[in-house]
């Protein structure tokens, strides 16, 4: 009777300690929260169409938070079979863009988490860039950091370079919570 207690007391212990270490994992957290909308998703899929459709040599295409966050989310739960984050939420500060998400570690534990990346034009085309990776106190397992940075690869070639065509891009500025994309179309002979 006493090792029945015992081995259940030692049981209680080790769950409050799990439970005590679970919450005190921290990481980075978002400076403020993007939430995701339809309306949003639809507007940026509305933007797209129409520089694709715009005449002149130029097309400049602008994206706020709210517009990647929600075609984000849309693509994510497309994904989430096989993801090992929550759906991310997208920043756009200091020239680059910022993925916060939670990486869902045994199936007990969320650990916040973000990911830096740059984003530039080389060779007309996107090229994307990991500058920087949080995730709470742990070693980043690099199928997360590919999982993102392919969901990134992937956001740009099917929402936007798929869109306009072959259009060499010129440029991508990363502003305060927007990002621009230049695109030079190229001369008729």
Do not use: H
């Amino acid at each position: 009777m006493r090792s029945k207690a015992l081995a259940i007391a030692f049981a209680l212990v080790i769950l409050a300690q799990a439970c005590c270490c679970t919450t005190a994992i921290g990481g980075p957290e978002p400076p403020y929260t993007v939430i995701p909308s339809e309306e949003a998703a639809e507007r940026f899929r509305d933007k797209v169409e129409q520089a694709s459709q715009a005449g002149g040599q130029t097309i400049s295409l602008t994206i706020t938070e709210e517009e990647a966050t929600s075609v984000f989310a849309q693509l994510f739960s497309q994904t989430q079979a096989v993801a090992p984050i929550t759906p991310p939420q997208i920043l756009f500060q200091d020239g680059r863009m910022e993925v916060y998400t939670d990486l869902k570690a045994l199936r007990i534990v969320s650990i916040p988490g973000m990911v830096a990346l740059s984003i530039s034009a080389s060779d007309g085309e996107f090229e994307v860039g990991v500058e920087e990776v949080a995730f709470g106190p742990i070693p980043v397992p690099e199928f997360a950091l590919d999982f993102l940075t392919e969901l990134v690869n992937q956001w740009l070639f099917d929402n936007i370079l798929s869109q306009i065509g072959n259009i060499p891009i010129r440029e991508v500025q990363i502003g305060d919570g927007e990002m621009t994309i230049e695109a030079r179309r190229l001369s008729q002979p």
